[in-house]
């Protein structure tokens, strides 16, 4: 079983994911937000690989640049 951590987020912004998720098709704010993460860091880490190593990234410029806009309008960069 992976342990998990508690990671404290202002309320506010809190309740603004459950309304931004309402029928996306994630659970829970925290689903989401643990979706967000993964994706953010796991495209860092393929940054840092360069495209040599044949791994190309899941989304393209645009797709990433949206993603990195909704974070900014909830506030986490």
């Keep these: 079983m992976n ?3 508690t990671v404290k987020i202002p309320r506010p912004l809190y309740e603004r994911i ?3 998720i309402t ?3 994630f ?3 925290t689903d989401f937000i643990v979706f967000v993460l993964r994706d ?3 495209d ?3 940054e840092k690989d360069k495209p040599e190593d044949g791994i190309k990234p899941a989304y393209s410029n ?3 640049a949206e993603v990195r806009r909704k974070l900014e309008n909830l506030g986490y960069l």
């Design 62 to 64: 645009e797709e990433l």
């Design 18 to 20: 459950q309304e931004v």
């Design 44 to 46: 860092r880490a393929l």
């Design 40 to 42: 953010l860091v796991g």
């Design 23 to 25: 029928d996306s098709g």
């Design 27 to 29: 659970n829970s704010p």
């Design 3 to 5: 342990a998990k951590v």
